[in-house]
């Protein structure tokens, strides 16, 4: 059987963009049980409150919830909140520490998709927004889409 192509989204943290402002980003692959797996295909899980750290040489995603695969037994199921493996070059996870110890700066997950198959996780590089930045990301948007919408007006009324 072929493997599929392209990239089939599973999973998106939508609140990592207004909470952060995101900087490199990374696809890692993720190291999983097979009921995991079973759970991201039929399109469960959830990265609200998960994170990246790096011990020890390497990286472990923190926090993801995939629950459990309601086709399991109660031997082959996994632990929702477990600490993943993911798996990233050298150099990758040299730069990574360098970046998050020496600064205020974390790793978030932005998503969990399947890419030829495999599982991977995109992860970036992210500083914490303060109050106002989130209220000026905000005005900014608001700004933006009410000019879209005088332009789209404005060209209504051309025709």
């Known amino acids: 059987m072929p493997r599929p192509t392209g990239r089939q989204l599973v999973a998106q943290n939508k609140k990592a963009f207004h909470d952060y ?4 980003r990374y696809e890692a692959g993720i190291v999983l049980m097979g009921t995991e797996v079973k759970a991201l295909r039929a399109g469960r899980a959830s990265l609200v409150d998960a994170f990246a750290t790096v011990d020890d040489g390497e990286v472990w995603l923190r926090n993801a919830h995939i629950p459990e695969y309601s086709y399991g037994t ?3 199921n996994h632990e929702t909140r477990r600490n993943r493996k993911l798996l990233l070059h050298r150099r990758e996870i040299d730069k990574l520490e360098r970046e998050t110890v020496a600064s205020g700066k974390t790793i978030v ?3 969990i998709y399947f890419s030829e198959g495999n ?3 995109e992860i970036a590089v992210a500083t914490g927004k303060r109050d106002w ?4 990301a905000i ?3 608001d700004a933006d889409r009410e000019a879209q919408r005088a332009l789209a007006s404005r ?5």
């Open 155 to 159: 060209n209504r009324l051309r025709r």
């Open 119 to 121: 599982a991977k996780v």
């Open 109 to 111: 997950p932005l998503s």
């Open 21 to 24: 402002n995101i900087g490199d």
């Open 139 to 141: 005005a900014k948007r």
């Open 74 to 76: 109660w031997r082959k």
């Open 133 to 136: 930045d989130k209220r000026q």
